[in-house]
């Protein structure tokens, strides 16, 4: 009788299942790392809109001070602040019946200046009076955030600096000097209108009811 010889298993099968479980893998892994990208970012984006949305509240909180001013027009000097300028001490002024229009202000720009650091910690506000418009205020916000271009990489303060200038942020004031973004931050740039509700009449304020 003759002996059917049986074929060893090829030894290669084994080969090629754990290459193919390899290949998987790391499909899988650049897979699970592109997700985190995209959520990643879908974080950083959400977190920029909430910031810019906290700055323009906080002008519009700052637009409500200057409507209960009963002279705000005619005090807009006292609401400046350069980028430069250290955050105030508090003051009770604005709680004082006896507040003159003046001190009004200051105590407003002072208390809105460290509910505005408060929000947005180590943020830098300027306001002024633009050079067209000397009966607005221009009020600028700039934060720190973190920011990626469309390769998934950090903005420098190069990149910021060129964004802020193509959204325009920067205006001009009273003396022609330019109020720019300081570099490393996002900025958001907005004029407020005060309203006049009072008017002098001799040495003191007339204010209709």
């Known amino acids: 009788m003759h002996q059917m010889k049986v074929a060893p298993p090829a030894r290669t099968q084994g080969g090629f299942s754990l290459l193919e479980a390899l290949v998987a893998i ?7 790392l592109g997700i985190l990208g995209v959520q990643m970012r879908t974080l950083t ?21 200057l409507e209960n001013n009963p002279d705000a027009l005619n005090n807009l000097s006292s609401y400046k602040v350069a980028l430069t300028d250290a955050l105030p001490s508090a003051s009770d002024c604005c709680t004082s019946t006896a507040c003159s229009p003046s001190d009004l202000a200051t105590c407003d720009i002072n208390q809105w ?4 650091n408060q929000a947005l910690p180590d943020a830098k506000t300027a306001v002024f009076i633009p050079k067209d418009g000397p009966r ?20 420098s303060d190069t990149d910021l600096t060129a964004l802020n200038t193509h959204l325009a942020v920067s205006g001009t004031d009273a003396d ?17 209108q005060p309203t006049q509700r009072c008017t002098p009449e001799g040495s003191a304020l007339y204010c209709p009811n």
């Open 136 to 155: 607005q205020l221009g009020v600028m916000i700039g934060w720190n955030e973190n920011r990626y271009n469309q390769n998934g990489q950090s903005f």
């Open 26 to 32: 790391v499909v899988m892994t650049l897979g699970i």
């Open 45 to 65: 984006d959400t977190q920029a809109g909430v910031r810019r949305g906290q700055a323009i509240r906080l002008i519009e909180d700052l637009g409500e001070r």
């Open 113 to 116: 200046r460290l509910r505005v």
């Open 176 to 192: 022609s000097a330019t109020i720019s973004c300081p570099d490393g931050l996002t900025c958001h740039l907005q004029y407020v």
